[in-house]
């Protein structure tokens, strides 16, 4: 188990001014020694000038802003090495608008004093997912499938963003190879973790669909995925997975 005020939640945005100050708002009511951290893209809509008011109330809240939509993939790269430098012992990834439950933060650091990845499945004893159309169920439930089958990664949601890592799990990772950017990331950042051996396991989460706000899943971000599994898979059996 690891104390909230040794973890800190990373939060990418871009254009999340409807969700920001109510996730920042909860995130103080819930957890108030919980280390935050916002990675703003340059979101035009003032989303980081808002964070910026907040810090005045709220010392363990973080924001590092960068020049435009650089994607998802490298707004966490850019978090977890400032997670390192600051000597976090976990790091908690979650999404702005409410689809992850910051009430289930616990149910991450309570189980990373013992594994080093805690990941939060949709699918793990059953399908809980709020009001998404059945298209991109689909979709999620077998993209996760897939991986699976190409990849040998154990996982029932390894698509998913809402994710516990340990400083053992963060460190064991050269984040100069990353390849993916978009949510691809999440299936390439879990299959490194587990192809070198640490102890991982899924933690129950239930998904709800954003009620405001617009989401960033395109079909650019689809086939980077697609392809991305067969070049983990292809790195794995050369070797050069790193």
């Not at 919980?34 to 973080?62: E, M, R, Y």
């Not at 979709?139 to 963003?161: E, H, K």
């Amino acid at each position: 188990m690891i104390s909230l005020d040794k973890a800190v939640v990373i939060i990418p945005t871009y254009n999340e001014i409807a969700n920001i100050e109510k996730m920042l708002e909860t995130l103080d009511r819930l957890h108030p020694s919980l280390n935050v951290l916002i990675i703003d893209d340059g979101s035009p809509d003032g989303t980081a000038k808002l964070i910026k008011n907040f810090q005045q109330k709220k010392a363990n809240l973080h924001l590092i802003e960068r020049s435009g939509k650089l994607g998802l993939g490298t707004a966490y790269i850019r978090g977890f090495r400032w997670a390192l430098e600051q000597n976090f012992e976990a790091v908690i990834t979650m999404d702005c608008d409410f689809s992850h439950d910051p009430e289930a933060i616990p149910e991450f650091t309570n189980k990373l004093g013992q594994y080093d990845l805690a990941v939060g499945s949709r699918y793990i004893g059953g399908i809980r997912i709020m009001n998404w159309p059945m298209q991109r169920l689909l979709l999620s439930y077998f993209a996760s499938i897939y991986a699976r089958v190409i990849t040998g990664i154990p996982f029932s949601d390894s698509t998913g963003g809402f994710n516990g890592y340990s400083r053992k799990a963060l460190q064991s990772l050269n984040l100069d190879k990353i390849f993916s950017i978009g949510y691809a990331f999440q299936i390439e950042l879990k299959y490194k973790v587990w192809s070198q051996g640490l102890p991982c396991l899924e933690v129950p989460i239930t998904f709800y669909e954003r009620t405001v706000g617009k989401s960033k899943m395109s079909r650019k971000i689809i086939v980077e995925a697609v392809i991305n599994v067969f070049r983990l898979r292809f790195k794995k059996m050369l070797g050069t997975l790193q």
